[in-house]
């Protein structure tokens, strides 16, 4: 059966062996492409599908990969058994690292992709082939967390030019062993921007909103909760009413309790830990300037 709808689009599918992270970023002028383009399962692999987007290619090759199959392997069960294969585009990156990707010679121009080590980028109806080519240069180049390195490949492409059509969605999918909330799922980053005129510039907002209040900071960077910083916070939790005590006062049970209703008010819970009483500079930082 034929499943398809005409997502003009750039897109990068790509993993990060060291951390098993697999993640696709996409841009595109049709509307919550997100929706459409990134499928992903931890332990299986990635895949962008898009131009005249058979949804079915990402549920399906990501059950091929989660069985055993490269890629490569997956993307050619994929078009032999697709009437409509030379319409398609499609990137498949799977958890060993092995990447493929096809442009169907049915595509609206400019179509076509670039694959390298652990990656695959991939676009149609593009200002030219120069997109790609940006995408995959500054993903090569870039250092850090998977989402972050595919959000810069992503502004990297729209600057080249990106879809000629102009601007409105985009979105980050990034799947990770445990990596959700609270350990209890594989989504690790999960952002759409459905409709705007800078999609991409909203995505990169959004990604370093969801680093500040569900990112890590390393044990050796991390506050202890103590003279300054708990004056501090004390002094921001009487601002917003949580306590009624002496700010240069020592720590306590009201303190605690104040603090651990405090921080779930402003959704910091993943970046404090009142056991250890410690607290991510990050967020203090940010705490200091907002309030």
């Not at 005409?6 to 098993?20: E, H, M, N, Q, Y």
């Not at 599908?49 to 090759?61: K, L, R, W």
């Not at 990106?162 to 980050?172: F, N």
């Not at 799947?175 to 959700?180: E, M, N, S």
Request: proline content about 3%; overall charge neutral.
């Amino acid at each position: 059966m034929r499943r398809n709808c005409i997502v003009t689009t750039f897109s990068i599918v790509a993993a990060d062996l060291a951390t098993g992270d697999l993640g696709i970023a996409v841009a595109s002028k049709f509307l919550a492409c997100g929706a459409v383009v990134p499928w992903a399962r931890a332990g299986a692999g990635a895949v962008a599908t898009q131009s005249y987007a058979n949804t079915a290619y990402g549920p399906d090759a990501i059950r091929m990969m989660r069985d055993g199959l490269s890629a490569q392997e997956a993307l050619v069960r994929l078009l032999v058994d697709d009437a409509d294969r030379d319409l398609r585009q499609v990137g498949l990156v799977d958890a060993r690292g092995g990447a493929a990707a096809h442009t169907g010679p049915g595509c609206h121009a400019w179509a076509g992709h670039r694959v390298g080590d652990g990656f695959t980028c991939q676009g149609n109806i593009l200002v030219g082939q120069e997109t790609v080519e940006a995408m995959a240069d500054a993903f090569q180049a870039s250092k850090g967390a998977l989402a972050s390195r595919l959000v810069t490949a992503l502004a990297a492409g729209e600057k080249a030019g990106g879809d000629k059509r102009g601007k409105q969605a985009s979105a980050l999918y990034v799947v990770r062993p445990k990596g959700g909330y609270g350990g209890m799922n594989d989504v690790l980053v999960d952002l759409r921007v459905d409709d705007h005129p800078e999609p991409v510039a909203e995505l990169v907002r959004l990604l370093d909103l969801r680093d500040l209040y569900f990112g890590t900071s390393p044990a050796a960077e991390k506050l202890k909760i103590e003279g300054a910083v708990l004056a501090d916070l004390k002094r921001l939790m009487i601002l917003k009413g949580f306590y009624h005590g002496d700010a240069s006062g020592p720590w306590d049970q009201a303190t605690r309790q104040a603090l651990d209703a405090f921080i779930a008010s402003e959704n910091f819970e993943e970046r404090i830990d009142l056991k250890k009483r410690t607290i991510d500079a990050p967020v203090l930082t940010y705490l200091r300037g907002r309030l």
